[in-house]
């Protein structure tokens, strides 16, 4: 088969024939899946659109070429249809698992997650995955039946469940949640509706993640090199990319660093999408799985990078911490916007009556005024939280 010609669909994909539907059941549409349809109801969210002006690293008003959540959403989808079109899954549910994934995300990125957490501490905490299930299933108001999106049940997994099993078959939570316990929204949801969290997801949520990872890895980078916090050669301390710049300079000698930088990303993607692959068919050849329900029973994911690619990404991952995630630049700008997360937490929670209609519900008290809050924060963008700061607040973080 050519590279990049669609491989037939395996037997361990998810099918939308066979989707275990919907928690509203509705009639099918007559010209889409049920996977496209749930791809196109993420796409055509409120939630998808207030990602554009959403921090993935930097935040937008420090430059219009930086990633934004919404940019790094396609950017994953992108990636995550390329390793679907090669095992032969659907690409429509892993595109809308790829889209759907930081639905969740406050304002500010990760700064804005973990001011949210520690605010919401006493009230189970907030979670980004957990919240993008509130989203999809409570939040998105815009139907006339139900609340939410009404997703399949495979969306929905996969949403949850996209890094994996969150408990043993006992119900315990797994080492990641032992500290905190698995997220309140996530265990409020599947008390109605099961979601099997002790089960591995479908292989298209499995790719959805990896996508995420080499998304992240490589157009942080780009981001990095373009904000001058480190330079081309600084990457030389990787061992894996050190070669593929030497492969560069020795094919285009004398190429300026803006074209260089380019070049490694585009060859770094290519070669951990080609790992990924080659890992995911090694590992399918041995699991033998025949179906999507024998994909869930596995104890280990079949999505993943290769054992030498997964010391190179981790290598990746800490040279990238430490020029920049922790550089003082980031550092000083994501500590202002924790504060300016954690102000208006307190301001609401002193003030709940002045959250816009419809947040909380009537005679709301405890933990649903503070969840709602949560909610209402969680789904500002980095500028109206910004404004609602500055008219709520006489000082306000210039985030520069």
Known sequence: MAVGMAAPRAPFACDPEQSRGRLYPEPPSRTRSAFRRDCDRVIHSTAFRRLKHKTQVFVFHEGDHFRTRLTHSLEVAQIARALARQLGLDEDLTETLALAHDLGHPPFGHAGERALDASLKQWGGFDHNAQALRV????????????????????????????????????????????????????????????????????????????????????????????????????????????????????????????????????????????????????????????????????????????????????????????????????????DAEKIVADLFGHYLAHPHELPAGWLPQGAAGDEIARGIGDFIAGMTDRFALSEHRRLFDSTPDLR
């Open 136 to 335: 999809v299933t409570s939040l998105e108001r815009r139907y006339p039946a139900f609340d939410g999106l009404n997703l399949t049940w495979e969306s929905l997994e996969g949403i949850v469940k996209h890094n994996g099993p969150l408990v043993d078959r006992a119900n315990r939570p797994l080492p990641k949640y032992q500290d905190g316990g698995v997220p309140v929204a996530i265990t409020a949801y599947v008390q109605n509706h099961d979601l099997e969290l002790w089960s591995s997801a479908g292989l298209e949520a499995q790719v959805a993640g990896l996508a995420d990872d080499i998304a992240y890895d490589a157009h942080d980078i780009d981001d990095g090199l373009r904000a001058g916090l480190f330079v081309v050669d600084d990457l030389r301390e990787v061992p894996a990319i050190e070669s593929i710049i030497a492969d560069i300079d020795k094919d285009y000698p004398g190429l300026d660093d803006a074209r260089r930088g380019a070049e490694l990303v585009r060859e770094l993607i290519s070669s951990l999408i080609g790992d990924v692959a080659a890992e995911a068919h090694r590992r399918l050849r041995a699991a033998a799985p025949t179906s999507v329900d024998a994909v869930r029973a596995l104890r280990d994911p079949i999505a993943s990078f290769s054992p030498a690619m997964v010391e190179i990404e981790e290598t990746i991952k800490a040279f990238l911490y430490r020029r920049m995630y922790r550089h003082l630049r980031v550092m000083k700008i994501m500590g």
